[in-house]
């Protein structure tokens, strides 16, 4: 089929892709939104996917082109092939929507969080635990006599799984950014 | 011209500069300072509403009926509140409107003052886009962008919101050819290999039928006479949703009448058999389908739309194209022809063989009655007796709207206002004086239900005040009619509540008002006291009081497809499946 030149949206889009769109199962999608940083914005975006019963795995969202004032909101959402065309839709049609990029089907892309982990314990516990802090490379950015805060970035499955082991080991306290992604490649 | 002025000032300007003559508003605290440049000048028209819904409804009509974008203005808090009502209706049905609401000044802003409500929160979501404008400089460019964006792309209502302080400050005007809009212009040209496959469609279909709808009539005139040239040259039936009556001429020699829900039986069964369906401008709302899963099973479909999340969000089409109605049909037609204007002319003439078969069941027959007004009876009557004039038709929300859509005959776009998406009851009062406002020498008829004419009937000061010679044509069957026929066929005729109770004396109600008011209950008084309305020079509102259990029929079931399609009373015992029973 043709592609489509619209200026808003990415390369697949809702009234061309060829996917079908009947197929039921749950697909999990990251979305970059390229969007004006203006007042409004993020609360229009989750009010799309509230409004309209769409999920939200996880949401970014930072000024990226000071000068451009423009922002990217990285959005991890689920739905069958049907649903993830029409959320792409749906934030295409924004008026503050600049680009909707679904990077899960525009090619590979690289995906990464940022967590911070507090765990508490003492004698064998903390040693196992900056011991495994070492193998996920995580680096500790505070610790006092009972207590580590660990950092650690990767993709959301290798901070679920150091979440994991962490627990038993006197995990407090996490904090995560949510999903940042870029396409591979130029 | 000095471009330094107030805040105020510039939303006069801006307005002027737009090309706007009548704005639809409600004064109140956050507003003052625009009210007074209102006063100072004579170029813009305002009408002074009874209710904010009231100037929202009147201002679709107005934009409905015209082309042009309805404007309003109401202060903040409950004037805001108020309008959001009519602010969901615009965005349903796809009306430009442009509505600017006052606020409580900025430095206020967040501390609960009085009259302050989140008006951009709250209209975040019934609204095409919105702002709150911080800074008077920044005001008469948000004013233009708004304005393009409620007109450009799938039309809707847009708002802004102007704390009291912006007002009031200073500030540099900027004209609409200096505002930025660079960054809001959705493609209008349809993509070429999908109007090549659209046109094989064409050449090869056995059992075509256009479907189309609003977006025929908001893509502008250039739209309607494109649609008429195709569907006449190709001679394929063409039916059209509620939204889209007008598009082409009922009388035109291809119209097989509305289809969905109330819609005709013919239009419904060639969307269910035919082979080919060509949507135009339509967006497969729930009214029309019926049953997905059954949907007009052996078709292959497309769909011509100007917005993307309209295209492959219910049904699933072959061929989709993303462009506005007038360009990709001027190419189709251009293609169409360079290719020799072929059609399957054979295969065609036996569809429409068939298609007569269907028309032959008469399926809008009802059994006429001496002695009660049947509906359908006043609406064919009012039909008769005022077509071939300047006429424009709005309604309200009931059995009346359907009855409307079935008897009423439009032959131009533009002259037919119901409330399509939302269904709001109290919409057709105030639209007919949107509409009486921008066509004053036209005739003007409100076809209602006493139970949604009683929402906002207020209004009728407003027709008054400034003579607006609305005709509103009572189909007073003392029940919620719609509702009651719901219940009948759906809760065992339990009828919760349903009954319009307490009804003023419509009469006396018009009287009080200072409009005429006009009774009938007899089918032999009827024509002459239509006629009465017709040549009174001022409002009416006109009571006839009609059969009270009458229902609207066709009817296709909630949940069920096309083909099981109700006819009239006998069939309608059980009909609605527990599955149906959860739809609206
Ligand atoms: C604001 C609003 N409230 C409730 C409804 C639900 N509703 C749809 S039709 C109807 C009855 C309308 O009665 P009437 O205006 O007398 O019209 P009829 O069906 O009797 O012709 C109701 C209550 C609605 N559409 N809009
Ligand atoms: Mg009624």
Same mark, same amino acid.
């Given at each position: 089929m043709a592609a489509l030149n619209i200026k808003k949206g990415s390369s697949s889009h809702s009234a061309y892709d060829l996917r079908d769109p009947h197929a039921q199962a749950v697909e999990r999608h990251t979305l970059a939104v390229i969007v004006d940083n203006e007042a409004g914005v993020l609360a229009r975006v989750i009010g799309l996917f509230s409004g309209r019963g769409y999920n939200i795995d996880s949401l970014t969202v930072a000024e990226t082109d000071h000068a451009g004032h423009l922002s990217r909101i990285t959005v991890v959402t689920r739905g069958t092939p049907a649903v993830i065309e029409q959320i792409k839709a749906q934030l295409g049609r924004l008026v503050q929507v600049r680009e909707v990029h679904d990077l899960t089907v525009e090619g590979p892309a690289v995906e990464r969080e940022l967590a911070l982990f507090k765990v508490a314990g003492t004698g064998d516990k903390r040693?196992?635990?900056?011991?495994?802090?070492?193998?996920?490379?995580?680096?500790?950015v505070d610790s006092t006599l009972e207590s580590f805060v660990f950092e650690i970035t990767g993709t959301s499955e290798k901070i679920d799984a150091f979440a994991d082991l962490m627990r038993p080991l006197g995990l407090r306290d996490v904090a995560r950014t949510g999903v940042a992604a870029l396409a591979r490649g130029v | 011209m000095s471009r330094q002025m107030t805040g105020a000032k510039m939303v006069i300007q801006a307005l002027k500069?737009?090309?706007?003559?009548?704005?639809?508003?409600y004064p109140g605290g956050a507003v003052l300072p625009i009210y007074d440049e209102i006063f100072q000048q004579n170029e813009i028209r305002h009408?002074?509403?009874?209710?904010?819904?009231?100037?929202?409804?009147? $201002? #679709?009509g107005y934009a409905r009926s015209t082309g042009r974008p309805g404007v309003v203005l109401v202060t903040s808090g409950p004037g805001a509140t108020n309008a959001v009502t009519g602010l969901t209706d615009a965005l349903m049905d796809s009306i430009p409107i442009v509505v600017l609401t006052g606020q409580v000044p900025t430095f206020m802003i967040g501390t609960d003052g009085f009259q302050e409500a989140d008006t951009v929160g709250i209209t975040r979501p019934c609204t095409k886009h919105n702002w709150l404008v911080k800074d008077t400089d920044r005001l $008469? #460019?948000?004013?233009?962008?708004?304005?393009?964006?409620a007109t450009h792309g799938r039309p809707g209502p847009v708002l802004i919101d102007i704390p009291k302080d912006v007002q009031f400050a200073t500030g540099t005007y900027v004209p609409?050819?200096?505002?930025?809009?660079?960054?809001y212009q959705p493609r209008v040209r349809g993509d070429r290999a999908q109007i090549e496959r659209l046109v094989e469609m064409i050449e090869t279909a056995e059992r075509p039928v256009f479907y189309t709808g609003g977006g025929v009539i908001n893509s502008g005139p250039a739209a309607s006479q494109l649609l008429r040239e195709l569907v006449d040259a190709t001679g394929f039936p063409i039916t059209s949703t509620l939204m889209g009556l007008g598009a082409y001429p009922a009388s035109g020699k291809n119209w097989i009448g509305m289809l969905g829900m109330h819609g005709l039986y013919e239009a419904n069964l060639a969307m269910h058999g035919c082979d080919v369906m060509i949507n135009v401008g339509?967006?497969?709302?729930d009214r029309i389908p019926g049953r997905i899963k059954d949907f007009s099973p052996g078709s292959r479909k497309a769909h011509i739309d100007i917005d993307p999340s309209s295209i492959n969000k219910v049904i699933h089409v072959e061929v989709p194209i993303l462009g506005d109605v007038a360009h990709v049909l001027e190419d189709v037609l251009k293609l169409w022809k360079a290719r020799g204007s072929r059609v399957n002319g054979e295969a065609v003439a036996k569809w429409w063989a068939q298609i007569g078969a269907w028309k032959a069941v008469d399926c809008l027959r009802y059994r006429p009655s001496d002695n009660a007004i049947k509906p359908q009876y006043a609406v064919q009557r009012l039909e008769a007796l005022t077509r071939g004039m300047n006429r424009y038709i709005t309604t309200e929300v009931g059995q009346h709207q359907m009855w409307a859509a079935q008897f009423l005959t439009f032959d131009e776009p533009n002259r037919?206002?119901?409330?399509?998406?939302?269904?709001?009851?109290g919409y057709g009062l105030p639209a007919s004086i949107g509409v009486q406002i921008a066509h004053p020498d036209a005739l003007v008829i409100n076809v209602a239900g006493e139970a949604s004419w009683l929402m906002n009937m207020q209004e009728m000061g407003t027709a008054v005040q400034f003579r607006a010679p609305v005709k509103q044509f009572i189909l007073n069957n003392e029940r919620l009619g719609m509702v009651r026929q719901w219940q009948e066929l759906l809760h065992g005729e339990r009828y919760s509540h349903s009954w319009s109770e307490s009804l003023p004396d419509f009469v006396k109600l018009a009287e009080a008002f200072g409009a005429r008011g006009i009774r009938c209950d007899r089918p032999a008084d009827l024509d002459d006291a239509i006629m009465e309305m017709i040549s009174h020079d001022g409002p009416v509102i006109f009571d006839c009081l009609v059969e009270k259990h009458e229902n609207c029929f066709?009817?296709?079931?909630?949940?069920?497809?096309?083909?099981?399609?109700?006819l009239g009373e006998a069939e309608t015992q059980g009909v609605i499946g527990e599955k149906g029973a959860v739809l609206v």
């Open positions: 040693i196992e635990a900056l011991r495994l802090a070492e193998i996920f490379r995580a680096s500790v | 500069d737009q090309g706007v003559d009548t704005v639809f508003g009408i002074l509403v009874r209710h904010e819904q009231g100037a929202v409804h009147m $201002a #679709e $008469a #460019e948000t004013i233009h962008q708004a304005f393009h964006i609409p050819r200096e505002a930025r809009v660079d960054h339509a967006r497969f709302d037919w206002m119901t409330s399509g998406g939302l269904g709001t009851m066709p009817m296709i079931p909630s949940g069920k497809p096309h083909n099981e399609m109700l």
